[in-house]
């Protein structure tokens, strides 16, 4: 059983920053990507960044493009999303997740997740 646990949330002022950061409780975990989902009361979660763990393929949601970047550290099992520039419309839960088979960016593709990190950006 692999535990994600996220952290780094909290509340800010638009343009500000904020870095998340997820690691993996198992230290022989090798997912084969993780990402970050954000989700916002009644809507469904949403794709925000994911990271392959061996090739470093990255994709963003065209939402955060420019703006956000994520990263990993193979050696401590956690992945990083740096959000820079926030928007009072990126409050939200953001989740990390984490997958065995491919960098896909529908949650239904990520077997683990976190417990999720309060992100509020206010105006």
């Known amino acids: 059983q692999v535990q994600l646990v996220e952290s780094g949330g909290g509340l800010v002022k638009a343009g500000d920053s904020l870095r998340l950061s997820c690691a993996a409780s198992?230290?022989?975990?090798?997912?084969?990507?993780m990402g970050w989902f954000r989700q916002t009361p009644g809507k469904e979660r949403d794709f925000v960044a994911t990271?392959?763990?061996?090739?470093?393929?990255?994709y963003y949601a065209d939402s955060v493009k420019g703006r956000f970047t994520i990263s990993r550290d193979n050696a401590k099992n956690t992945v990083y999303l740096q959000m820079n520039s926030l928007k009072p419309e990126d409050t939200a839960v953001y989740y990390c997740?984490?997958?065995?088979?491919?960098?896909?960016?529908?949650?239904?593709?990520?077997?683990?997740w976190g417990q999720g990190t309060q992100v509020t950006v206010s105006s």
């Open positions: 198992r230290r022989t975990f090798r997912p084969y990507a």
């Open positions: 997740a984490a997958t065995d088979t491919t960098a896909t960016t529908t949650a239904q593709g990520y077997s683990y």
């Open positions: 990271i392959t763990w061996i090739d470093t393929n990255i």
